[in-house]
């Protein structure tokens, strides 16, 4: 049981990706009493870590999403109206935001990232975009 990130250890979590040792892995985790699930990084070695969610109260919503092969970098999305944020989380600087969108992927070595921007509020239309990781460049 990897746990959650509630006080009293009753909420849920799941997982979304795993490093390629199985010593890193990330997804979305109960907060607390009423609040959203956030994203969150677990390691054998530190436990479940909170990734936030870019509120200032705490009560937002955000999961991460993908991780790349040695666990050192993980991207996540923050939830939000009217459009969601794409996250990357560094283990050396840790949080950037890169953009508005969803769903995004990492590769292996951490070097690019993808994401989905809906380049309306209605979603009414989409592109995929691919980035290089700003602490690789």
């Known amino acids: 049981d990897l746990g959650d990130l509630t006080a009293s250890s009753t909420g849920g979590s799941y997982v979304n990706a795993i490093s390629a040792d199985g010593s890193v892995v990330v ?3 109960d907060y607390g009493t009423g609040a959203n699930a956030h ?3 677990w390691s054998s070695a530190g436990g479940m870590q909170d990734l936030g969610d870019f509120t200032a109260s705490g009560t937002g919503r955000s999961k991460a999403i993908a991780i790349s092969a040695d666990g050192s970098f993980i991207t996540y999305e923050v939830v939000s109206s009217p459009r969601s944020n794409v996250v990357l989380w560094n ?3 840790g949080v950037t935001r890169l953009s508005y969108g969803a769903s995004p992927a990492i590769s292996a070595d951490g070097r690019y990232v ?3 921007d809906h380049l309306d509020s209605d979603y009414n239309s989409s592109q995929v975009f691919l980035t290089t990781n700003p602490s690789l460049r």
């Open 27 to 29: 997804g979305g985790a």
């Open 39 to 41: 994203a969150f990084r």
């Open 91 to 93: 283990r050396v600087t």
């Open 114 to 116: 993808t994401y989905l």
